[in-house]
């Protein structure tokens, strides 16, 4: 099925398209006219050199006066080849059909809302006959079957014309062009952007990449720079304004020589504050006792440290190089963002 997108925003086309794979661009007077757009045929121009097909609207009272604008418009420098000119459903505008289809060129015979047009369409050349799906849905009709029935008259009568769904509403919409077997689809952006939109698939895609991420890199790869230090003659006072400073959970302590004594983490100011009371904030941090911390060398693999943080139920592990504290590696740090 091929999938054009449906716009006049320069902004959107030139996103839409850099995917590479849309077939081309509707477009309609209206949606210039909402883009604030006065020079049509600059647009028209411009837009031509941006996208592989581009079907615009050829108007006039006559067969005789639409043929002329589909010339005209032809003179300012379009491609034959990859212009399709849209062409409302009436009798006049069904032999300007035929006359432009004799002249080799394209045509697209739109708004239409019945079998009956459709076929008239058909019988007449088109390349593409749209229904307006959302419009004719607005008006309480079963605009999937109309385009079913479309499809199925193509097929029977072997018709040289495509089936376009369009005016579409939602990504529902697409599902129902699929299943009607239409042979092209234009969408609005925000719908076209939507259409690989599933949960489950960014919930699997994430575990891919935080698995990969545990994998392959390397824990001073993963390191947020985050790394309070506090001298073992500093109060604690000094430990709590660095933690504050840094919005961290932890201090690392070392001697005069930059050797690691411990670390202070905010659990064990809130036992201590428990345990001893408010007089402790002048003790200096190096006359506490510390348990030797739990730490992990900066060349290590992240998939070493999830297998630390999951056995010792921490939120934080000291990194290390030739036994030297370097920072902290947070369990947030094995994420890929």
């Known amino acids: 099925m091929e999938l054009y997108l ?29 883009e604030g757009i006065t020079d049509i045929d600059g647009t028209i121009v411009k837009l031509s050199k941006m996208v592989p097909v581009l079907q615009i609207e050829a108007l006039g009272n006559t067969a005789e006066d639409v043929v002329k604008e589909a010339e005209r418009q032809l003179a300012l420098g379009l491609d034959p080849k990859t212009t399709v000119f849209k062409i409302p459903v009436s009798l006049e505008g069904l032999r300007a059909c035929r006359m432009l289809r004799n002249k080799g060129l394209l045509v697209n015979v739109h708004l239409v809302y019945t079998l009956q047009q459709a076929y008239m369409a058909m019988q007449a050349g088109a390349t593409y006959v749209c229904p307006l799906v959302g419009r004719l849905q607005d008006q309480g009709h079963d605009a999937v079957a109309l385009v079913e029935q479309c499809v199925k008259a193509v097929e ?35 719908i076209l952007k939507s259409l690989t939109e ?93 348990k030797t911390p739990i730490s992990i060398d900066v060349n290590a693999l992240l998939n070493d440290a999830a297998g630390i943080f999951n056995k010792m139920k921490v939120d934080t592990i000291l990194a290390t190089e030739n036994g030297r504290p370097v920072g902290m590696l947070d369990i947030q740090d094995l994420k890929a963002y």
């Open 6 to 34: 449906d716009s006049a925003n320069l902004r959107e086309i030139e996103e839409g398209f850099k995917l590479g794979f849309l077939t081309g661009l509707t477009t309609t007077p209206t949606f210039m006219q909402r």
């Open 156 to 190: 029977r009568y072997k018709y040289d014309t495509k089936i376009m769904f369009s005016s579409v509403r939602n990504v529902e919409h697409v599902r129902n062009a699929l299943s009607a077997g239409a042979h092209t689809i234009t969408v609005p952006l925000k």
């Open 198 to 290: 599933n949960n489950f698939t960014t919930v699997g895609t994430e575990q891919f990449l935080s698995d990969t991420r545990l994998m392959t890199v390397r824990v001073k790869e993963a390191l947020n720079g985050v790394n309070p230090t506090v001298n073992a003659s500093s109060s604690l006072k000094d430990a709590i304004v660095q933690m504050t400073n840094y919005g961290f959970g932890c201090v690392t302590v070392v001697d005069d020589a930059g050797a690691l004594v411990g670390i202070f983490t905010d659990g064990d100011l809130r036992r201590l504050l428990q345990s001893e009371g408010e007089h402790i904030l002048d003790k200096t941090i190096g006359s506490l006792a510390f």
